[in-house]
């Protein structure tokens, strides 16, 4: 079974923006991207239903239409 959210500690969470909800972490943590599927680094993480999600695609997803280039 896939764990849904690794032990981040999330120091506080900003408003639900487009079905992804940006958090702030008490200290550096690291994941996996479920958008990028790229390792992730950061104090900053973002979840979408079931997904971890980092600061770049939260960004980019958070901007729909726009920058779209792949
Ligand atoms: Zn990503």
């Given at each position: 079974m896939r764990q849904l959210l690794p032990?981040?500690?999330?120091l506080s969470s900003y408003p639900p923006s487009?079905?992804?909800?940006?958090?702030?972490?008490t200290e550096i943590s690291s994941?996996?991207?479920d958008f990028c599927l790229e390792y992730a680094e950061s104090a900053m993480v973002a979840t979408a239903a079931d997904a971890l999600v980092c600061p770049g695609c939260y960004a980019r997803a958070r901007v729909p239409g726009r920058g779209g280039r792949s």
């Open positions: 032990p981040l500690t999330v487009g079905g992804l909800q940006l958090h702030s972490l994941y996996t991207c």
